[in-house]
């Protein structure tokens, strides 16, 4: 698809820099007794408070470098700090051949553009993440695994990297890793490298997600795994565990599987793609909310608009960190959507989703932090219900969940045609701050959808204890993460499931006819002996991806558990996955990895090879199970 010219009536409205947007209201229902009014918003000059930076093509070139340098520089390192933004651009043109416009993207920060089409922002230049250098002052030790939590979306990126060195011209490097997603981007001019290899080794980058973009010859290089969804691409290169592509025009063949380590579906079974902000002719805010499909493959907006409704800014009550619960539940009471704006929010009692279609909107990665012991947010049985662009922290006191989907007791059949919806929602458990948590998100509703999380039980951060090296235990007592996953519901279908470090099941799949696209684990790196990693049964750890015994049907494809037992490196898992036998349970192209500490027995019970220190980095391979 072309880049689109922006109508004159948006390049005239258009502000040199607009800053700020605005908190949101529009009557929509009777607010509840004692409630306070609906708070006013401007549909064209909305106030989204000062972490939101709203640049026009009328901006001097200058003035948008300088402000995105800096940002850059604020974020890059800024791993487990509370700084939030989001950058969005009107329609239009930035940057130019001689005078492109380069920029890198730091943690818990969003790029956006804010038009209808990907094509209605173009920028000439590049938008980059490249390793950290962790060693020697930031000369050495250059790698991206630790690349979270950033976002780019929406937009058109026409490759200039003038004034770069030769190896920096080649390529519009993302080299990033878990709670990263790239969307409704279109790229041309040069290739996409999802590792950075000019920067000085290992150069090691961890898994990610892209989805509804329009890519160019792609360079995965040393991404251990990735998914690809709903995309066309113009080529593929390289893959060290596990790359999978699902409704990808262009993908490559995973004839040769294990090696090359790809895995290819034709078509997406589900698939919902992520709200967006964007900006009508008239020159007025809406968040567009795409509509759920079955069986695609492509780019939702190669021919058309994205099917979808468009929700009018005023129909959302816009929050900041100074609102409280009871505010946000009286707006949802009232039947508002919701939009979090960046920054972090203390939950102290739950947030509650009733009304079926609403939308919960994140904006630069707005992180929602239980305390008390909250469970910061519930949706009940409502169909539609879509949730995207949010984190949800563990706080100091332990909480028994930090998402609950659906009724415990089972609640109404809902819509398959209108699933509740995840898209790039985080679940963290430690990092910043200490953790406790029983389950991280915990599944009862039918026909939902999951796309792109990452549940995380941090395995380093800044919480004032050790890792459990030389028998040291803090972590493991102190950042309590019992369970990641619990899916209970039935034809939950999962596009992107990234579940890590937890202390017993990191995933437990009791619904029937689930469907999971994509799922990486890796194993706690932390815990102190064989003891602490033994099921009371008996059994040596915990897989990482359990199927309940009473499942019949279920489908996995493309799937990897990595153990690193660094406080113990003689601990043993006898298992990596976990599923019932029987015809209907189908795992496809999974593998289990020793990452340099422990050992699992076996792929998939009692089936595959032993990962140990003989063969570190080595997969341990079962292309189906049960054999066919």
Request: proline share 7%; with cysteine; net charge negative.
């Amino acid at each position: 698809m072309s880049p689109l010219a922006p109508p004159p009536s948006r390049v005239r409205r258009a502000a040199a820099v607009v800053t700020g947007l605005a908190l949101v209201g529009g009557a929509l229902l009777a607010a509840p007794a004692h409630a306070a009014p609906p708070r006013p918003v401007d549909p064209v000059n909305p106030d989204f408070g000062p972490n939101v930076q709203i640049f026009g093509p009328d901006a001097p070139l200058t003035e948008i470098q300088s402000t995105m340098d800096a940002l850059a520089d604020q974020q890059r390192d800024n791993e487990m700090g509370s700084a939030r933004h989001a950058v969005y651009f009107l329609p239009g043109e930035y940057g130019t051949a001689a005078q492109p416009l380069q920029f890198e993207v730091g943690y818990y920060t969003e790029v956006a553009g804010l038009g209808a089409a990907p094509g209605d922002v173009t920028v000439n230049g590049a938008i980059e993440v490249y390793n950290r250098c962790l060693g020697d002052g930031g000369t050495t030790n250059c790698i991206a695994l630790n690349n979270f939590w950033r976002t780019l979306s929406n937009l058109s990126i026409q490759v200039n990297k003038a004034g770069q060195d030769g190896c920096r011209q080649s390529a519009n490097f993302w080299a990033v890793s878990q709670a990263v997603s790239m969307r409704r981007v279109e790229i041309g001019g040069a290739n996409l490298s999802l590792m950075d290899y000019c920067t000085a080794g290992p150069q090691y980058a961890s898994g990610g997600y892209i989805a509804d973009s329009n890519l160019p010859f792609v360079i995965s290089g040393s991404q251990q795994q990735w998914l690809t969804r709903n995309s066309a691409v113009a080529g593929w290169s390289n893959g060290v565990w596990n790359q999978v592509f699902s409704g990808v025009q262009g993908a490559p063949d995973d004839a040769g599987f294990p090696n090359p380590p790809y895995t290819t579906i034709d078509q997406t079974p589900v698939s919902r793609e992520k709200p967006y902000l964007y900006v009508d002719d008239s020159g007025r805010y809406n968040v567009r909310v795409p509509a759920a499909q079955t069986a695609t493959s492509g780019t939702s907006w190669a021919a058309a608009e994205t099917a979808g409704r468009s929700i009018p800014i005023t129909e959302f009550f816009i929050a900041t960190p100074d609102d409280s619960v009871k505010d946000i539940n009286n707006a949802l009471a009232r039947g508002q959507h919701l939009i979090f704006t960046p920054g972090v929010y203390d939950i102290d009692r739950t947030i509650e989703v009733k009304r079926a279609r609403t939308v919960i909107l994140g904006m630069g990665h707005a992180t929602l932090t239980s305390a008390r012991g909250a469970v910061p947010v519930e949706v009940k049985d409502a169909a539609g219900v879509v949730i995207a662009g949010i984190t949800v922290d563990a706080g100091e006191t332990l909480s028994p969940a930090l998402m609950r989907i659906g009724s415990a007791k089972g609640g109404k059949k809902l819509d398959p045609a209108d699933p509740i919806t995840l898209s790039d929602v985080y679940f963290r458990v430690g990092g910043p701050h200490i953790g406790k948590v029983t389950t991280a998100l915990e599944v009862n509703a039918d026909n939902m959808l999951i796309d792109h999380i990452w549940v995380w039980r941090a395995d380093h951060g800044i919480e004032g204890f050790t890792n459990g090296v030389n028998g040291d235990t803090d972590r493991w007592n102190t950042n309590i993460g019992t369970t990641g996953v619990v899916v209970n519901g039935a034809n939950v279908t999962a596009t992107g499931l990234f579940v890590e470090h937890f202390q017993t099941y990191n995933t437990v799949w009791n619904g029937q006819n689930g469907r999971v696209i994509l799922y990486q684990n890796e194993l706690p790196y932390d815990p102190p002996s064989q003891a602490d990693w033994t099921q009371p049964n008996g059994t040596l750890g915990y897989p990482g991806y359990k199927i309940g015994d009473k499942v019949t049907t279920h489908r996995l494809d493309g799937a990897g558990v990595y153990v690193f037992n660094q406080n113990d490196p003689s601990i043993v898992t006898a298992n990596g996955f976990e599923a019932p036998q029987t015809p209907g349970v189908q795992l496809h192209h999974i593998m289990t990895v020793n990452l340099a500490a422990g050992t699992i027995q076996h792929v998939v019970n009692g089936i595959g090879d032993q990962v140990d220190n003989s063969r570190t980095g080595i997969p341990a391979y079962v292309v189906d199970y049960p054999t066919p």
